[in-house]
């Protein structure tokens, strides 16, 4: 389906820029690539006396940059306007910003780029007044390495947003590394703990000239977690609490496995400090977020251990929603997979077939194929696309099939009137609102041919790919989708397929691309499956899948090809 049908795994919906700005007890707001204002949160609504809709979509610096008198900052005095197109993280005190009601607010500010989670180039701007201050207050005593209070609210805004907007847990790990260090430490250490309560060391990273290096050797399972140990991410792991270690910890006779493990971590990364804290979800445990300090000089202090408590618990939240989504994922490919069947042989015929889930976090949906013996000795073939990406898009595949192979064997009818049975079923005795599909027969003919006789339900139209590279597209025994009017006669179609010709099914995400027309898709699918023709059908069927399927495709495909004989039918 379009990607406008798409329908979300319920529950698992990642928050807006504006949602993860509230965050901050600052005034904050993000801008885009051209300096205008694209969210905002409440406290800079309150701090400049303007609405969202007052801010957002407007030029941040014409808007609210001011001098100490109120009058307009030149561009070329502005340190913050310089800093956004630097692209690098700048603060600054004693600038202005205007408010609503004319009057010149004094504020220091805070300036990093951002990620907005849906892959634009953002700007962060964090600022507060002598009058307003962060309502989270600095403590004194932090190590010179850590971070000012406006750093560390845009580091836990930024970590809200990066983590909770992605719904892959390899990808939440890879952008807790990277928001961590080198700001908080030169080393991050991620333990979580399994589904079958095993502890498995997911990360271990080091910065080096500014980016963070995977140490894969120091990666892997680890020993159980002990149940009374005092230890300290043996503690974190049992969600006990946030602990500050270092290489003395473990000198002694290790309690456990853990310990064993942690002693020789230790070791081969040269740490002198690290702070452990609980990765936690509103549910259970998930591991422990380790932040280490080899290079650096100053060790962790106590003071610390609540910002790196803030970003765990960010990372818990992210990490639960992304094991949520993977595990309903996997439900739902598995059932699509069982219930996708497998093709029947038919003498003097050639058919392949491949399904492909949806990238990237997207959904598995209805998208199903099906061939199977008829009564008649013909050989019935169908592809659909059952409305939603979800369980129940997979539930309702299994149905519509289920009821289409019984119609198709029970009824002598063809293929117009098998789905004329099929729409007023789904109609009235399932839960599917809207499919498209084709609907088909095969059958030896006269001279070598083969004949198809289809039906097509508002999918794409079948491909027929002539053994010399002519193709064209099946636009007859076109109607209506199904569940959009029951009781509609439907027409047929019936074409003779000539020897060594490939016959191509697919589902439109084989071809749709967002903001492109299905014009350019389907001619994209017919120029690929023309240059590929007379390629054995395994190839002709993968390459054709690697070739056309677009890139930033968001759907699942299935795809059914069958390949006539050079010969005459036997």
Known sequence: MTGSEHSGVHGLCAPTTSEALDAIGAGAYAVDEQGRIIAV??????????TAAELVGHDAHDLLHRDAQGQQLPRTQCAMRQAFHAGHPA????????RADGSVLPISWLITPYGTGDHRTATLVVF???EQPPRTRPQPGSPAQS???LQ?????AETTAQLTSTLDVDEALRRLVSLVVPRLADWVVVDLITERDEVWRAVVAHVDAEAPVRHEELEGPMPPIPEESPMPLSRALRGVASTLAGPQNYQGTPDSGIAVEQGRLFRATGMHSAAIAPIRSPRAVLGALT???ADYPEPFAPVDLPLIEDVAR?????LDNARLYQRQRKVAETMQNHLLPQMPGVSGLEMNVRYLPAPDASHVGGDWYDAFPLADASTALAIGDVVGHDLEAAAGMAQVRNMLRAYAWSQHEPPSRVVERLDEAIVHITDVNMATMIFGRIEAADEGHWQLSWTNAGHPPPLLVGRDGLARYLSDGHGILLGTQAGLRRPDATVLLPPGSTLVLYTDGLIEVPGQSLDAGLNRLRQHAAALARRPLPSFTDQLLRRVRPAENDDDVALLALRV???PPA
């Open 128 to 130: 507060h007044t002598p």
């Open 41 to 50: 949160n409440a406290r800079a609504e309150e701090v400049l006396g303007r």
């Open 565 to 567: 004989p050079d010969g």
């Open 152 to 156: 560390r609210l845009a580091l836990l």
């Open 314 to 318: 960010r990372a818990g939240l992210a």
């Open 147 to 149: 971070l000012s209070e």
């Open 91 to 98: 603060q600054a005190d004693d600038d202005y910003f205007a």
């Open 291 to 293: 932040l280490g300090r």
